[in-house]
């Protein structure tokens, strides 16, 4: 069913009449869907970040610990971007609507890094321009993408302590509320 919705609201294939007699095409523009599935994301991270991550540890918690390799801890829970990546994989075999995840210029793991060049321009135009987003198209293989980077924002000290503290990280000075990557949101046009 919700692959069914995204398909028909993706491609406007809705019908609708106007006042006049005349059909009108209906649907969703991409950059709608995109600023509307990017504010469920957000706000499931930043609650999962702030209700549950920064309530449990690192150290505060005997009970369930917040940690990179929590399945190898019998007590481990997943960290916020784990979380992020387990969505975005389970949303990938229920849906080709579209396709999101969590990337940044300084990723602690290299598979975070930027892989083509729109996702490389928008996380470069949020990093500098904080609190926009970034939105564009582009081919990938035979399919036209509408593409957007949305700011993945420092919500917690569990973030930046996390990240700035982490072995592999390539940047040591994140603050609470600073961009530290983005979000790419794709759909098919």
Known sequence: MRKLLLTTLFAGSAVGLSGCGEEKSAGVEPKVMTDALFAVMKADRTNYTKLIVKRLGPKGADVITP????QD????????????????????????SFTYS????????????PKTEIEK?????????PGEN?????KLGD???????YPDVAVSDACTSCHNE???????????GEVMG???VRVPI
């Open 102 to 113: 969590l990337q940044s210029l300084w990723p602690i793991n290299k598979q975070n890094a």
């Open 73 to 96: 801890v019998d007590t481990g829970a997943p960290l916020p971007a784990q979380m992020f990546r387990a969505g975005s994989e389970a949303v990938a075999e229920m849906t080709d």
């Open 143 to 149: 399919t036209t993408y509408f593409t957007a980077v």
């Open 166 to 176: 982490h072995k592999d990280t390539p940047k040591t000075d994140f603050k609470v």
């Open 67 to 70: 940690v990179e390799h929590w």
């Open 182 to 184: 983005g979000v790419v």
């Open 134 to 138: 970034y939105y564009g198209e582009e």
């Open 121 to 129: 321009a928008g996380l470069e135009y949020i990093a500098a321009n």
